[in-house]
């Protein structure tokens, strides 16, 4: 559950703000939809292995992005 302090000069549009980025941060919405669907283990290392080959390679120039 989110909790925003929300001042009494403060208006409502600055803690909506507040808010949202709140929960973006808290990551709710990533989880939500890595639960819809059942990835199995295998594949959920194989796709990180890949994003850290391609992370190497970006930051060795390798890759023309």
């Known amino acids: 559950m989110l909790i925003i302090d929300s001042k009494d000069c403060e208006n409502i549009d600055k803690a909506l703000k507040k808010y949202k980025k709140k929960y973006e941060k808290s990551r709710v919405l990533n989880q939500l939809r890595d639960r819809q669907s059942f990835t199995k ?5 194989r796709t990180e292995i890949l994003k850290a080959v391609y992370k190497q390679q970006m930051a060795n120039g390798e890759l023309d992005a």
């Not at 283990?41 to 290392?45: D, E, H, N």
């Open 41 to 45: 283990p295998s594949i959920r290392r």
